[in-house]
């Protein structure tokens, strides 16, 4: 039972990353109908960052915002390459993203060597119903939760966020009220470059990121991106939670090399059950 | 307030629109009426900005917005927040003025805009477009797929709003006999082309316009008749 829930609360922390990484994924694919495959790439500089800032005495806080915004200006520069040029097909786009992961993964190599990378996190741990659960776990949870609502009260509230939503919902009627959606879509790419920071920062402590980490970081967010139909950031969080913790719990009762098969796995079935769901949502 | 001058708009090789030049007055109601395909809501659209022009000119003194061809509503938001973006190039926006103007939106704002009926829609629609607070309203298709008392209804209200706050309209409508009804001059497009001008009432007695794009239908006739008989369906 003890064991139970430490992979509970650890694949909850991890499916929370890939949730940040995933509604990422969705923001851009909502205003731009393009899927941005450099996502975790932008994560893994996130997490990199901090540690680099926090290594230069940058103190806790002020480090970890300082690196999610470098993210947030990385993911401006993608959509620049992206969609920056008006016209761009999405398919297009997509394989510039591709390309773009490639060239941060070598910047990546370049800046921070090819060796795990682990800044300082919350120490300690809780015991939550006898399990010993990390603190620095439990801030990626809370932290998760805190951005979630901060998005969802950004897209209902703020005009700003209308404007995104608009774009999203009728480009051609945004465009007619004189919203510039190539400059909503560079937002999305903004926006989505500090949801992938975040995710970045917060499990860098507990899961030393390289760029290897790319792959698995990139298809557990596109994984929880298509569980949440590319279009709705709340169930794309539910389905990187559902990702995590299955992950969590093959890692655990089976093998640990098998993590990123599942995400394939889950993936696959998720895009086989939704795929009319799928179709629906693209028509309407 | 708005001259377009020799205005040429191409889709690769097609040409729609071909060197078309007309005029419209600050406060003026103009018809634009055409056939299908005759190139009207790609010259209503080219006079929005949406549709970038191959040659020719578009100088407008005031500011333009649009209702759309099919509302084009923001279908998961709400009236107010469809509204609120019709707004989105001005700097202070007042809902107030719009619910004054278009009273029974102010009833409906927490709607879904996707969930209405057409004529509601195309009420938000107009209201939309008049949160920019425009000095012309270009509208495209007023009375497509609705009724014909919601579209008298929808009628009054341009006229309510010309009247009260001299705004001028530009009327894209194949539905002729309401173009003629509202509007006291008016344009006939063909291919691309304006090949009859002039005030509506004579518009609608000349026999070539009416033989060649209106059908056999008596459009003069029609036009003497009530208003609610206005949306009766025109043979093109």
Redesign the interface.
């Known amino acids: 039972m003890t064991e139970l829930v430490a992979y509970l609360i650890s694949g909850i922390a991890l499916g929370s990353s890939f949730a940040l990484i995933g509604s990422g994924i969705v923001v851009v694919h909502r205003v731009t109908r393009v899927v941005n495959f450099a996502q975790g790439s932008v994560a893994i500089v996130g997490g990199m960052a901090s540690a680099t800032l926090l290594d230069g005495r940058l103190p806790h806080g002020l480090g970890e915002i300082a690196a999610v915004l470098l993210s947030g200006v990385l993911g401006l520069v993608i959509g620049l390459l992206a969609i920056g040029r008006r016209g761009t097909p999405p398919l297009i786009s997509l394989i510039v993203t591709l390309g773009a992961s490639m060239l941060v993964s070598a910047a990546i190599i370049w800046l921070w060597g090819q060796d795990p990378v682990t800044p300082p996190g919350l120490r300690g741990s809780v015991t939550i119903l006898g399990a010993e659960v990390e603190r620095q776990r439990l801030l990626v949870v809370v932290a998760t939760g805190v951005a979630f609502a901060a998005l969802a009260l950004f897209f209902s509230r703020s005009?700003l966020g209308?404007?995104l939503?608009?774009s999203a919902?009728?480009p051609?009627?945004?465009?007619?009220?004189?919203?510039d959606v190539r400059k909503m879509g560079l937002l999305a790419f903004g926006l989505a470059g500090i949801l992938g920071g975040l995710a970045g920062v917060l499990i860098a402590p507990s899961n030393p990121l390289s760029f290897y980490s790319d792959l698995p970081l990139v298809l557990g967010g596109f994984a929880a991106a298509v569980f949440g139909g590319l279009t709705s950031p709340l169930r794309t969080l539910l389905g990187g939670l559902c990702l995590g913790v299955a992950g969590q719990l093959t890692a655990g009762y089976l093998n640990g090399s098998y993590q990123t098969e599942m995400a394939l796995l889950l993936m696959l079935v998720i895009m086989i059950i939704r795929s009319r769901a799928l179709v629906q949502e693209e028509v309407k | 307030m708005l001259r377009i001058d020799d205005l040429v708009v191409r889709y690769g090789s097609a040409v729609a629109v071909d060197g078309v030049s007309f005029e419209v007055g600050a406060g003026e109601m103009v018809a634009l009426v055409g056939p299908n395909g005759a190139g009207k809501s790609t010259l209503i659209n080219a006079i929005s900005g949406l549709v970038p022009p191959h040659s020719g000119t578009v100088a407008c003194e005031g500011r333009i917005a649009q209702v759309p061809e099919g509302r084009q509503m923001f279908a998961d938001m709400s009236v107010e927040d469809n509204l609120l973006l019709g707004g989105w190039s001005i700097r202070n926006r007042d809902l107030g003025e719009v619910y004054d103007l278009l009273p029974d939106l102010a009833g409906m704002r927490k709607r879904k805009a996707g969930r209405l009926s057409g004529g509601q829609q195309q009420m938000v629609a107009v209201g939309r477009a008049l949160m920019a607070r425009p000095d012309l309203l270009a509208i495209d298709e007023l009375s497509l797929g609705l009724a014909p008392l919601v579209v008298a209804e929808l009628a009054e209200h341009l006229r309510f709003l010309n009247r009260e706050r001299g705004t001028a309209v530009l009327l894209v409508e194949q539905e002729v006999t309401l173009a003629f009804d509202v509007c006291p001059r008016a344009l006939v497009l063909e291919a691309g082309r304006i090949i009859a001008a002039g005030p509506s009432v004579e518009l609608a007695q000349s026999e070539t316009v009416r033989k060649a794009y209106f059908g056999d239908l008596a459009v003069a006739e029609m036009m003497t008749g009530p208003t609610a008989q206005a949306t009766t369906e025109v043979s093109t």
């Open positions: 005009y209308k404007g939503t608009a919902s009728n051609f009627a945004a465009r007619m009220v004189g919203i």
